[in-house]
């Protein structure tokens, strides 16, 4: 079945930049981007559908991250990475609807680690 896999996780000095990638297996009509920093919840970040179509959900990022995406590959352009971004980054795939809600994705990859600190 659909397997997503994540990477470009890394340590990051603040003000820092990194890029994502998320490669799904096969076909998928949105891909988000969701984090969870250690004691939080998990948050849904930005949703691409297939046609293009962006959705950002969290404030915190607000212009400092991008969704992209190629076909069935999705990237996470972060630039100005603060401390506070420190956290796993999940990608997840959705049959349906582009969604900031962590109950809506249909496959979750493991993630990847993304630390902020000099």
């Known amino acids: 079945q659909l397997q997503l896999a994540e990477s470009g996780g890394s340590l990051v000095q603040p003000g820092g930049s990194l890029v994502l990638s998320c490669v799904a297996s096969?076909?998928?009509?949105?891909i988000g981007w969701f984090r969870q920093a250690p004691g939080k919840e998990r948050e849904g970040i930005s949703c691409?559908?297939?046609?293009?179509?962006r959705l950002y959900y969290l404030d915190s990022v607000r212009g400092r991250f991008t969704i992209s995406r190629d076909k069935n590959t999705a990237y996470l352009h972060m630039n100005n990475l603060k401390p506070e971004d420190t956290a796993t980054y999940y990608c997840?795939?959705?049959?349906?609807?582009?969604?900031?809600?962590?109950?809506?994705?249909?496959?979750w990859g493991q993630g990847t680690q993304v630390t902020v600190s000099s």
């Open positions: 997840a795939a959705s049959r349906f609807v582009c969604s900031g809600d962590v109950d809506v994705p249909d496959h």
């Open positions: 096969s076909d998928v009509y949105a």
């Open positions: 691409i559908r297939d046609n293009g179509q």
